[in-house]
Structures are given as C-alpha cells and as structure tokens.
C-alpha cells in the first residue's frame, strides 16, 4: 500500500476531485497555502494499493495544468520586500508517494 500525497493549485482541485470520484478513488482533501506565494493550495491524501498508484497520478497529471501567471511575492515575512510583479509557473501538481507500513481502519 501507498499514500500519495498530492499538492495541487485550488482552481485544478474541484475538476480533480471529480475525477477521483469517477473513478473511485478515495481522497482527503485538505485546504493548504503555499509558502512563497501564499496563495490557495488543495492537498489530498489518497491511500492506494501499490498496483493503482501509476493509474491515480495519471489521474493528478491529467487534471492539474500548469499555467503561467504574473504574481507578486510576499516576502515580508522573511525580510524582504518586492514590489515588482514576477513571472511563475503555477499549478500542476506536486506528488509524493510514500510506503506504508500499516493501515487500521475502525
């Protein structure tokens, strides 16, 4: 068994969530925040069996574009201040896979 933990951009995560649906995959979603751009994040957590893990980041990667976009930073928190606005990549999808060594369900 693996836990996929998927980071995506919020406005890829409702059409994401759909598809998990669809195809019957369980996921906890969680509402996160992104630490250079302090913009809105879903995270989900999804519980999988080793042999469906290439078919639910097929899922992830086919539901989560990147794009690109003129943000501006918030950096004052750490002692910096931009005012200028900077070209990034957003969305698409982070994923971490990660081996389970147990799982309890009550």
Known sequence: MKL?????????????????????????????????????????????????VDKVLEIIKDKSQAREEYVQPNLISSGLEMSQFVKVTVGGATCFVLPVDQFEQF
């Open 4 to 52: 996929i933990v998927a980071i995506v951009q919020k406005e890829d995560s409702n059409k994401l969530q759909r598809a998990f649906v669809e195809n019957n995959v369980r996921a906890t979603k969680l509402a996160t925040t992104g630490g250079f751009l302090s913009q809105g994040n879903t995270t989900f957590l999804i519980g999988i069996d080793d042999e469906q």
